[in-house]
């Protein structure tokens, strides 16, 4: 079977002498104990056709679902996803850290996302009463009307633009097959899925 293998570079020291001078000296050695990577098996038909539906959904669904959220509620995409699973919190509340994770936005983002939220009365950031460490978004009364006028247009946007038409067995296997994806990157990339629990209405 043909291997390949992963090479990195590794810093060993500079020129001393000559016109490079003082430049770096790079060496490139395979992964560690030099072991062969395997080849990584070719895509079957089925699999490319899903990889590159998946590739195609990636790209265009951040683009239409942040103007229908302008059009439909002046929110945008991010925002209604705080707002979302915030209403769903017990106490309509998380720490910023729960809410980053959830969201699958950078700390940095989230915290701007609320800033925006918390400036016109949507939500409301505090230090945790539990512990008194790390903060807190709480959803306010308006930020769950808010929501919850939002809720309407976008279910009718989910439905018209991806479900409609797909059978209730389609639906369910294609929800694992997602989630099932979803939990394979997660734990490709070190992040730590905890306890999956059934969504609420979105």
């Known amino acids: ?17 000559g016109p490079g001078r003082g430049t770096p000296i790079i060496a490139w050695a395979s992964n560690l104990n030099c072991l062969p990577v395997p080849r990584p098996k070719p895509l079957t038909p089925d699999e490319e056709l899903l990889w590159r539906s998946l590739m195609q959904l990636l790209i265009r669904i951040p683009r239409v679902t942040d103007e229908d959220f302008a059009h439909d509620s002046n929110l945008g995409t991010s925002q209604y996803v705080v707002l979302m699973h915030l209403s769903e919190a017990p106490g309509h509340q998380l720490r910023m850290s729960e809410l980053a994770s959830k969201t699958a936005l950078s700390p940095s ?73 979803l939990d394979n990157l997660k734990e490709s990339t070190g992040e730590t899925s905890g306890t999956r629990s059934r969504p609420g209405r979105h």
Do not use: K
Request: net charge positive; aromatic share 6%.
């Open 1 to 17: 079977m043909a291997t390949a293998y992963a090479r990195r570079p590794i810093f060993t020291g500079f020129w001393t002498e």
């Open 109 to 181: 983002r989230v915290t701007r996302v609320v800033d925006d939220l918390a400036a016109v009365g949507l939500v409301m950031r505090s230090r945790s009463t539990s512990d008194g460490r790390g903060n807190v978004a709480c959803l306010t009364a308006a930020g769950m009307a808010r929501r919850r006028e939002a809720h309407v247009p976008h279910l009718r946007r989910v439905r018209t633009r991806f479900l409609d038409g797909l059978a209730a067995a389609d639906v369910a296997v294609a929800a694992q097959v997602l989630s099932r994806m």
